[in-house]
């Protein structure tokens, strides 16, 4: 919490400042997540990619975007992180929602529901998209928590497909298939044009993993206990696995070549190569 709350003002900072050099840069992208949450709204922050040593006098706040009146009771923590795609803004809300905004202005160009919790308490009915979306020719993909896994044409919000898969750690892509760990934890591979299961692995079943990501022909996912593992794309067989440490994995890990980083819940990192070690 207190890194968190040192980016809140890192960000209040360069705004109130009109300007960001390099050494406040990552706090405010760390940051960015947690304020979204804290404000209850979403900020667009433009020429981070320019950054450089200098500081920048052009720092603005594009827009906000503010719906209090859907915020639910209960929700699960966090929120997804918004992915930008051919002049749109993709959320996926607390209500179950995935929204798009137009990145000019954020005015509302569509909203689609694909998480509906139901029952006769606050934390049956608890409805949330707060994982990982993907954006790829014109589609987003997305997953709710008490929901569906589903493929929405970016322009209108309309379903290609759904299918019913409840996750709160969001979808990765590769070329043909999209990957989601479902609500218990098993893995699913789903197809990107039409949504039918090709395969699902339960061997990693209430290890509680975190968000999944592409390596070449496999996917890789840590857990709750510190464990990288990977999986073949083709069938979901493992193909390794290796451990970080002993405390919960639950942010993508990133691909750059052929080596794969890791980080914890407590900040450990680690790279792996598959078949060269750690």
Same mark, same amino acid.
């Given at each position: ?91 996926? !809300? ?29 934390? !049956? ?124 994995? !639950? ?16 900040? !450990? ?10």
């Amino acid at each position: 919490m207190r890194n968190q709350r040192r980016g809140l003002a890192t960000i209040a900072g360069c705004i109130n400042h009109a300007a960001v050099d390099r050494e406040h840069a990552v706090d405010v992208l760390d940051a960015l997540d947690f304020a979204a949450a804290f404000a209850g709204r979403y900020l667009l922050l433009p020429h981070f990619a320019a950054i450089g040593g200098a500081q920048r006098d052009d720092l603005a706040v594009v827009f906000a975007h503010i719906d209090h009146a859907t915020v639910p009771i209960l929700s699960l923590r966090g929120n997804s992180a918004p992915v930008i795609d051919s002049g749109a803004v993709f959320v996926g !809300e607390d209500n179950g929602k995935v929204i798009a905004l137009r990145a000019t202005d954020g005015g509302e160009m569509w909203e689609q529901q694909i998480a509906t919790g139901e029952g006769r308490g606050e934390i !049956e009915r608890i409805q949330d998209v707060d994982g990982a979306l993907a954006v790829d020719s014109g589609v987003v993909y997305a997953a709710g928590y008490r929901g569906q896994t589903a493929a929405l044409i970016a322009q209108t919000g309309r379903p290609l497909w759904t299918h019913e898969v409840s996750s709160f750690t969001g979808v990765a892509l590769s070329a043909s298939q999209v990957y989601v760990g479902d609500a218990d934890s098993s893995v699913w591979a789903l197809d990107l044009r039409t949504g039918s299961s090709e395969w699902k692995q339960d061997g990693l079943k209430y290890r509680w993993l975190g968000e999944i990501a592409v390596q070449g022909d496999a996917i890789v996912v840590g857990d709750f206990e510190g464990f990288v593992h990977w999986l073949s794309i083709t069938d979901g067989k493992f193909a390794a696995r290796a451990q970080l440490s002993k405390d919960p994995i !639950e942010a993508a890990p990133i691909v750059v070549g052929d080596i794969v980083y890791v980080m914890d819940v407590e900040g !450990e990192i680690g790279a792996f190569r598959v078949g060269a070690g750690k």
